[in-house]
């Protein structure tokens, strides 16, 4: 496969906020004061944001697999905490783990739904799953809680270049692109994914020019088959190289996005 078409697409990943989630307990008597629940709850609370730190860090170091193992274990502790639950969801799709990504994403959907990385995540699995409508909405959804991200533009750009629109997908690409907070690393691979757009209308000019390198003359009016096998929507492999790897465009090793 040529070179660039390896490292196209953003994938998954950004750890989100903690959400505290505590258990009461009781004291001998049966009854337990506020200040000892509320000692309980930031105890327990602490200990599961301190897992979840260690699971960042291996996998900003990239360590997938070890951070995922990390999460199954924070899991594992603090089953009702949303923030571990959905970290845990979209680190799995990320590798290629789809049944096991899918309840936990459903899980934290439904814990919070306001929780756009695991919305995006699920119109990732949606749409690798080849339910490309009902992964639009979910994005739709996403794009919409999160106030237009980058990496939610990005699948959603994905989505409609899947479904044969290129030129939605473009004009997503360039507003993920003009956003005012991008980081680099986002930048340029909403810059690949654009080239790889501009490619299969055939505006190799521009595409070259834009990610300074020659795109592959074959890319010209590709169709959803090829584009699938070249994003990897059509059978999640997992995922190398700190979770930079083509699949389903998604979001990013740090963010989220179609994947």
């Keep these: 496969m040529h070179a660039f078409a390896r490292r196209l697409i953003l994938l998954l990943g950004a750890v989100l906020a903690l959400a505290a989630c505590g258990h009461e307990g009781e004291s001998s008597g049966g009854l337990v004061s506020s200040e000892v629940k509320s000692t309980e709850r930031a105890e327990r609370t602490e200990n599961a944001a301190v897992m979840m730190a260690r699971a960042e ?42 049944e096991l990504a899918a309840p936990l994403l459903a ?44 990496v939610i533009l990005n699948n959603l750009a994905v989505s409609h270049l899947l479904e044969g629109n290129p030129a939605v997908a473009a004009s997503l690409l360039r507003q993920g692109l003009a956003s005012p907070d991008l980081r680099p690393d986002y930048q340029r691979r909403l810059t690949r994914n654009l080239a790889l757009v501009l490619a299969v209308e055939g505006q190799f000019a521009e595409a070259d020019r834009i990610v300074g390198e020659t795109m592959p003359r074959d890319l010209a009016g590709a169709d959803a088959p090829r584009l699938q096998r070249l994003l990897g929507v059509s059978g999640p492999q997992l995922a190398a190289d700190a979770g930079w790897k083509a699949q389903l465009a998604t979001s990013g090793p740090q963010e989220a996005a179609l994947q």
């Design 107 to 150: 899980e934290a959907v439904a814990a919070d739904p306001k929780d756009w990385r695991a919305l995006s995540a699920e119109g990732v699995l949606q749409s690798r799953r080849g339910r490309l409508p009902d992964g639009r909405r979910a994005l739709v959804n996403a794009n919409a809680i999160s106030a237009s991200e980058a």
């Design 57 to 98: 860090e291996l996998r900003v170091a990239g360590k997938l697999v070890q951070a995922l193992a990390r999460l199954a274990e924070a899991h594992q502790r603090f089953p009702e905490n949303a923030a571990i639950t959905s970290s845990y969801g979209r680190l799995a799709l990320l590798l290629g783990h789809d």
